[in-house]
């Protein structure tokens, strides 16, 4: 979260794409002044991290999120085989949030500001990114996200919210009804799976999706880039395959729109003859 700035690489230590971590400026074991970072724009014209990663429920305008009652809940619910938690700071509607959906269904601790977590932290705050070398501390205490409203920034204390391994997320793509097939724009539980993910805990992570009636399309909808970061063995090899992807995603991009070009002038001209 935060104001993105310009870099080179979709993911990097300097773009803050969805995955750095180790000490968060502000938000680390020493505390200090708290610093709210947020997800840099890479690969310019990519359409990558244009506004900044959103690692929880919010939206700007809370009455976009889908409407799914409890009576709609799916999942048998209760604690899950990886410890699972938030800080909570009540800025969006409870039918609404993905964090609280978990809550209730007693898949997520809620931990008080101020409260460590020795596990990982999804959080624009970090510095690094996270990558399968990551998995041990997943296994043994588990991931941590921070569910807020991205309007209400200023007011998260990002600096009591105490971890020694923040994170982002590499390049992914959303599959919430907000931000279907939109690349950065995760919610809550969505941020939580893709670090099972990585981290190749596949069945963890189809566990906390489970209760929502779109959760099933988030591994299909990453399914390449899943598969792609599973294989790196460190956060230099996350970053240059994310790198690598937003690149060939910008060509792609690039070569359709010259296409489609190149299809409009030859009908012009087919027309102009006739």
Not at 126 to 153: F, K, M, N, Q, Y
């Amino acid at each position: 979260m935060g104001k993105p700035k310009s870099a080179n690489s979709p993911s990097s230590a300097r773009n803050g794409a969805l995955g750095l971590g180790g000490r968060g400026r502000g938000g680390g074991a020493r505390g200090g002044r708290t610093r709210v970072r947020g997800p840099r724009n890479g690969a310019s014209d990519a359409g990558v991290w244009t506004d900044g990663w959103r690692p929880d429920s919010a939206v700007d305008d809370s009455g976009e999120e889908e409407e799914e009652s409890d009576e709609d809940e799916h999942g048998d619910g209760g604690p899950l085989d990886v410890p699972v938690a938030m800080w909570d700071f009540d800025h969006c509607d409870p039918k609404r949030c993905s964090g609280r959906k978990l809550a209730r269904l007693g898949m997520i601790q809620e931990l008080r500001v101020g409260q460590r977590w020795r596990g990982i932290v999804l959080t624009p705050n970090a510095t690094r990114t996270l990558s399968p070398a990551d998995a041990p501390i997943l296994r043994r205490h588990g991931v941590a996200v921070v569910e807020c409203s991205w309007a209400r920034l200023d007011e998260v204390p990002f600096g009591k919210l105490k971890s020694d391994h923040e994170r982002l997320l590499p390049h992914l793509v959303a599959s919430n009804p907000v931000n279907y097939g939109r690349p950065g724009k995760l919610n809550c539980v969505e941020a939580i799976a893709a670090a099972f993910h990585v981290c190749s805990h596949p069945s963890t992570a189809d566990a906390i999706l489970s209760p929502f009636s779109w959760g099933h399309a988030f591994a299909k909808v990453n399914e390449e880039l899943i598969a792609t970061y599973v294989e790196c063995k460190n956060e230099k090899d996350v970053l240059a395959a994310a790198d690598r992807i937003v690149r060939e995603e910008k060509e792609g991009k690039e070569e359709r729109k010259r296409e489609r070009d190149e299809g409009e002038c030859h009908e012009s001209a087919a027309v102009l003859q006739g």
